[in-house]
């Protein structure tokens, strides 16, 4: 094992989609030598992804935003799509930097909230006849039709 993978090996990485972001990751992930990756996925309601750090590439598209940043000790993509969701990957010399990198992008780009407008009714109905209390504030409603079809089948 005297000569290194990069004398042994030549890499290649196919692009097949008009962002050149993922391809410049991976090549700066090879160049540096980084030999910890971790990756998350979340939603978040934040749109863009100013504040992260100065890109060293950022593309923009009607679906999304993407950028590669150095944060901390680690090399990061992150992209937040247009259906509010974030994926970002870290790259480092030790996972501690990695995860580091990662909780801080988390941060910055946090779950949504809930909301009351996010609230939505819900109301139970059983076909039971031994109905029961569901818990607080949630209580078994019969539906009229439900009685007619008990009264149908006790005439029959």
């Not at 990069?6 to 030598?33: K, M, N, T």
């Not at 934040?46 to 090399?75: F, M």
């Not at 939505?120 to 039709?145: I, N």
Request: proline share 7%.
């Amino acid at each position: 094992m005297s000569d290194p993978l990069s004398r042994r090996f030549h890499v290649s990485h196919e692009l097949h989609e008009p962002d050149p972001s993922q391809a410049f990751f991976l090549a700066r992930v090879i160049d540096d030598g980084y030999t910890e990756l971790r990756s998350r996925q979340w939603a978040t309601s934040e749109r863009s992804l100013e504040g992260l750090g100065t890109p060293l590439i950022h593309s923009s598209t009607p679906n999304g935003e993407t950028i590669v940043a150095e944060i901390g000790e680690s090399l990061t993509i992150v992209t937040v799509g247009g259906s509010s969701s974030v994926y970002a990957q870290a790259a480092a010399h030790d996972s501690a930097a990695a995860d580091a990198a990662l909780d801080r992008i988390r941060d910055r780009l946090p779950a949504p909230e809930p909301t009351a407008a996010q609230d939505v009714p819900v109301m139970f109905w059983t076909y039971s006849p031994h109905a029961k209390d569901l818990g607080p504030g949630m209580e078994v409603r019969f539906a009229r039709t439900t009685q007619l079809q008990r009264a149908r089948r006790s005439m029959t």
